[in-house]
């Protein structure tokens, strides 16, 4: 029996692809449709990303277990994973956005800034070098700033659906001045 993975070489990506990028561009402009003066995504400022990927991955199923650490990661179906590097200069952001899927994310250099759309009082969290955040993806808007002098670096590890687009772009969601 062929796993998921060699289904999807056998066949080819490029229908199942194809039929997805229409769904999300039917979706998207049935959306701007809907209301008149609807607002455009927010772009990103002295922002840029570079990225390893996508790597195709079946089903991941990760568990550890020590007497210090308990890891699981599970994933059912196909996914996609990037390794990604954001450089972000001073006073640039990331512009609202969501991902389809989870990300880990690292501060290699600088000072992040980290905004939630969902948080009504628009609260900052500030992550320095060494620490991290985590973006559960799944429609979470946010928007990372650069709020220091130095030049911020990120590096997210990312997993999402096969084929699904890793980065969407969202209007500003009203709860920050900015």
């Keep these: 029996m062929m796993s998921k993975l060699q289904l999807w070489k056998q066949h080819g990506a490029a229908p199942v692809l194809s039929f997805l990028r229409l769904a999300g561009l039917m ?3 049935m959306g701007l449709a809907s209301s008149p003066g609807t607002a ?3 772009d ?3 922002f840029t990303s570079t990225f390893v990927g996508p790597t195709a991955f079946d089903d991941i199923d990760v568990k550890v277990h020590t007497d210090t650490l308990k890891v699981m990661i599970k994933t059912w ?3 996609d994973v990037y390794v990604v ?3 972000v200069l001073p006073g640039g ?3 609202w956005h969501t991902h389809p899927g989870p990300s880990v994310v690292s501060v290699i250099a600088g000072t992040a800034t980290y ?3 969902d948080d009504p009082i628009c609260t900052r969290h500030v992550i320095p070098t060494g620490e991290g955040f985590i973006d559960q993806g799944g429609g979470h808007v946010h928007l990372v700033r650069n709020e220091g002098s130095d030049t911020l670096t990120l590096v997210a590890f990312q ?3 096969a084929g699904a687009a890793r980065r969407i772009g969202v209007p500003n969601p009203g709860n920050c001045p900015f």
């Design 44 to 46: 990103a400022s002295g």
């Design 159 to 161: 997993i999402i659906p």
């Design 115 to 117: 905004y939630d759309g």
């Design 40 to 42: 455009v995504a927010t």
């Design 27 to 29: 979706v998207s402009c």
């Design 85 to 87: 590097t954001n450089t």
């Design 93 to 95: 952001h990331s512009g």
């Design 77 to 79: 179906g196909l996914a």
